[in-house]
């Protein structure tokens, strides 16, 4: 007979988000990320077909925008400001927010993590993209669930997602340093999506537009 540890089960989360927080952090303020995936100053047709269709359901002609895990705000950032986006930008990289405000100068950018970002502001749309597999799995349901507090009501989500279930992957050699992973498989993703009282639309998968990887875009509508 199996018995659980919910205490133990608990603190081993606690340290897997901790482990993957510094490693996360000190990735992003010493790799080569920017060189390796931000050199382009513009959108591919299948990312600015998915960001046009964000905005085209937000009701507002300046809407305000959160990116969660904003990086150095290359592309994406910059292309929402230039569809006159009020923008604000957290991420837990000192030096990607740093580039993010010599790269997008009119755009309010916060060094944070976002589980400790409070505000009593709220937004219309939320960007959160390559972002939400960096955090454990098991917190996934916290940003979600913060993220809708912080929404106007039908507020808007774009971000994007892996389909394969992984605990925890481990790379040694991404952009020239240590990095993780952590994301639940496409169906349970989708299940704690309803739970936490989002509905939701497939964009696409990237892979299917040319990408050499598999992410899968979701517009997210929180109910009025």
């Excluded at 929402?80 to 986006?85: A, D, H, Q, R, Y």
Aim: proline share 2%; with cysteine.
């Amino acid at each position: 007979m199996h018995k659980s540890f919910p205490i133990i089960s608990c603190l081993s989360s606690l340290i897997i988000n901790r482990i993957m927080t510094i490693c996360v952090r000190h990735s992003y303020n010493t790799n080569d990320y920017n060189a390796c995936y931000r050199k382009r100053e513009y959108l591919t047709s299948f990312e600015e077909k998915c960001i046009a269709q964000f905005l085209s359901v937000i009701n507002n002609p300046t809407p305000k925008i959160l990116d969660v895990g904003c990086g150095s705000g290359k592309p994406y950032d910059q292309f929402l400001l230039s569809k006159n986006c009020q923008l604000v930008g957290v991420d837990i990289s000192k030096k990607q927010i740093e580039l993010a405000r010599l790269n997008a100068p009119s755009a309010k950018y916060i060094n944070i993590n976002f589980l400790r970002y409070n505000t009593s502001e709220k937004f219309d749309g939320v960007i959160m993209l390559y972002s939400l597999f960096h955090v454990s799995r098991e917190y996934h349901r916290s940003f979600l669930e913060k993220i809708y507090s912080m929404l106007n009501d039908g507020g808007k989500v774009l971000l994007n997602v892996r389909k394969e279930d992984n605990l925890l992957k481990f790379r040694h050699d991404f952009c020239g340093k240590s990095m993780f992973w952590s994301h639940y498989d496409y169906k349970t993703f989708k299940k704690i999506l309803r739970e936490t009282g989002f509905k939701f639309e497939f964009l696409g998968d990237e892979k299917n537009s040319g990408s050499s990887e598999s992410h899968v875009w979701l517009l997210l509508h929180k109910k009025n």
